[in-house]
């Protein structure tokens, strides 16, 4: 059975040493030499990145998130044992793991070590399809006669020159689909190495829960169980019409990924859909200055990323919630896009003057969406604001002065609210 070393990337017949440096970290499996579709996940990214830089964190529990009032946006494996997880509510993790190290997260730098993963894997192949800041699909179908190597081999040179050079581990899924790759990218963590075969794919699935699926959240969970669907062989019961009659399009795609088939192909050029910003108070405030300090922020946040990533928006969005826990969206059609924070800005706050009721809040976000390239964006004057034209070239003006001097070298007075 074809076999390697995850260590010094020997290939050999299988066994539990590697041959040539004894190391146990070894990948087996028949069908190594012939899958190619391929799922990195970096393991407890943010924490990871945290721990990298401040060794006296090593062995300690670490949670990245807000304040108590925010929630957790990833934790270390030292927490995750004490049951804490991504997207749990801040005081909910603190209870779990009271002597947990809460970090704020530094997104920039996140996003930084990010695009140098992202240049690492594209050395690899053209067809790499990011997921998020820490997880890609890579396809190195054909690339075998490039590099001179095997996928497995290239992928677990990849994780290597990760931890090496950039002080992150992520473990590897290798199947020959995208689904069954990153069901498998998480048999084997942290820095872990797992592999789903065709031949092995109904036997691997059949005990497996459903919600293994990508996707399935608690109301498909749910809406599941009603019908005694709880493994994927209790889906195999089921014809491909009457899961369609009773689950809509998502009843054929249980059909075919029960059957471990995923015709998605790995795109590299999937479009962004919006881009967003939104922070959890501390408090519930009411304060409108705050309030109003906080939507200019985001709306200058959300305009730097558009502008970083050429696009603008023609729609913004205003996101609320109450102390109750009960959401508000609110969102406005403009006549052209923008990308220009002045104008996110105000059209964020005319919808947030004109939420009912006004109350305490919890969460505030503002986001753009419907997005287009920025070359089409901010082109018609303005004829009821004829100021508009002189803040957006103003607004030029201070990006250019951030470009050089740094972030900081020039704010808006309602910045600092």
């Known amino acids: 059975m074809p076999a390697l070393c995850r260590d010094c990337l020997t290939e050999f017949d299988a066994g539990p040493r590697c041959p040539s440096c004894r190391s146990r970290r070894v990948v087996a499996h028949a069908e190594l030499r012939d899958l190619s579709i391929a799922h990195m996940d970096c393991d407890a990214f943010y924490a990871s990145v945290e721990k990298r830089d401040n060794p006296e964190l090593a062995d300690k529990p670490v ?15 030292v927490a995750r044992i004490k049951g804490v997880r991504s997207a749990m509510p801040m005081f909910k993790a603190l209870d779990l793991c009271p002597d947990a190290i809460v970090i704020k997260p530094r997104m920039q730098l996140y996003a930084e070590i990010s695009q140098q ?26 690339t075998a006669r490039l590099h001179g190597a095997p996928p ?3 992928l677990a040179r990849l994780v290597r020159r990760m931890r ?49 699926i990508w996707g399935v959240g608690t109301a498909t969970q749910e809406a599941l169980d009603r019908a005694g669907i709880r493994t994927f062989e209790d889906l195999l019961r089921w014809d491909e019409r009457d899961l369609t009659a009773r689950f809509g399009s998502m009843g054929t795609r249980l059909f075919h990924l029960a059957r471990g088939e995923d015709a998605r192909r790995i795109s590299a050029r999937n479009p962004v859909k919006s881009i967003s910003n939104e922070t959890t108070f501390h408090e519930d405030t009411a304060d409108p200055d705050l309030l109003d300090g906080h939507l200019w922020r985001m709306a200058e946040k959300v305009a730097d990323r558009a502008k970083a990533k050429d696009l603008a928006g023609r729609v913004v969005v205003l996101k609320l919630k109450r102390a109750d826990f009960s959401l508000i969206t609110r ?15 105000r059209e964020a706050r005319a919808l947030f003057d004109n939420v009912e009721g ?10 753009l969406s ?34 050089r001097f740094g972030p900081d070298a020039i704010l808006k007075g309602r910045a600092l609210r």
């Open 358 to 367: 006004a109350r305490a809040y919890r969460l505030l976000g503002v986001g």
């Open 152 to 154: 497995a081999v290239m």
């Open 164 to 212: 090496d050079e950039l002080g992150i581990t992520g473990s590897i899924g290798l199947s020959h689909n995208k689904f069954l790759a990153k069901v498998a990218s998480d048999l084997d963590k942290p820095f872990g190495f797992a592999v789903i075969g065709k031949a092995e794919t109904q036997a691997f699935l059949r005990p497996k829960p459903v919600r293994l």
């Open 63 to 77: 949670i990245i998130g807000g304040g108590r009032r925010g929630v957790v946006s990833t934790a270390c494996y």
């Open 117 to 142: 993963i992202r240049a690492m894997m594209e050395e690899l192949t053209p067809a790499v399809e990011p997921l998020s800041l820490d997880e890609a699909f890579l396809d190195l179908t054909g």
């Open 331 to 345: 969102r406005h059609a403009l006549r052209d896009a923008t990308q220009i924070a002045d104008r996110i800005y």
């Open 370 to 403: 419907d997005l287009c390239s920025a070359d089409v964006a901010d082109r018609t004057p303005d004829l009821l604001d004829p100021e508009a034209a002189k803040r957006s070239e103003a607004e030029r003006a201070t990006d250019r002065i951030r470009a």
